[in-house]
């Protein structure tokens, strides 16, 4: 494989972005094969590469995966007949076409997983795989025991009975209430649905975490490739047995 430049190849590992790159091999905190690295080497996936102590394996490149911090207002499409924004909008300077995994809609924002694998996104999105994603919403108003319940119970949605979530508060203020939704299921807009029935007002909606790739500090409208260690999570967790 061609050889690239450190700080390309740490950035397309997921360790980190490339000018925090830069800023770790001026400090001496990268090595190659055992040796301090030199900013604008070129290296490869034969190389062995430390990282602040830690060992870096980049992705098969044949394959892009990727953690996007979707904002509100985006729809989770390539294309929209409407002329809306998409998220493919945001990942344009990844020079790959890479597709959603799964729903977040458009009023909706947090992490959103994009790839060009469909063997992967098919195995994600299946109905019978073991990744949780977790879900911070926040109500107008304050949650009562009975509401909790509601939100609790095998709902049916759209026709559907969907499975028990689990459902928690973790925030309260005056004005609203602050949940944290844990459901392996994800019918099309399914909380905003529960929480109707619930008699509740959903004023946000984001999505932190899949499992245990955590949205983190990746801000608004940003992405970054996922790292070989949580592709490799995922897939593990993804199969069905």
């Not at 590992?13 to 091999?25: F, K, L, M, N, Y």
């Not at 909606?205 to 245990?212: F, H, N, W």
């Amino acid at each position: 494989m061609e050889k690239i430049r450190i700080q390309k190849y740490l950035s397309e590992a997921g360790v980190t972005s490339r000018r925090d790159a830069e800023a770790a091999i001026a400090a001496g905190e990268v090595t190659v094969n055992g040796r301090p690295c030199e900013p604008g080497q070129k290296v490869g996936d034969g190389d062995l590469i430390v990282f602040r102590g830690k060992k870096v394996k980049r992705i098969n490149k044949d394959k892009v995966y990727v953690m996007l911090n979707k904002p509100r207002g985006f729809v989770a499409t390539n294309a929209d007949e409407s002329g809306r924004k998409c998220t493919a909008d945001l990942v344009a300077d990844l020079g790959r076409r890479v597709y959603p995994v799964g729903r977040l809609d458009r009023d909706s924002e947090g992490l959103l997983l994009l790839t060009d694998d469909g063997e992967f996104a098919n195995m994600m999105m299946h109905p019978r795989h073991n990744i949780p994603k977790i879900y911070h919403v926040r109500v107008t108003g304050s949650v009562t025991e009975e509401a909790l319940g509601v939100l609790r119970s095998e709902l049916v949605i759209d026709g559907y009975k969907i499975m028990p979530v689990q459902v928690d508060i973790i925030g309260e203020t005056e004005e609203s209430t602050l949940l944290r939704f844990r459901l392996f299921e994800g019918r099309n807009r399914q909380i905003r649905k529960m929480c109707e029935q619930a008699g509740l007002r959903v004023s946000r909606l984001t999505r932190v975490a899949i499992g245990d790739i955590s949205i983190g500090n990746l801000k608004p409208g940003k992405w970054q490739h996922l790292t070989a260690a949580q592709v490799d999570y995922l897939k593990s967790k993804a199969s069905i047995k």
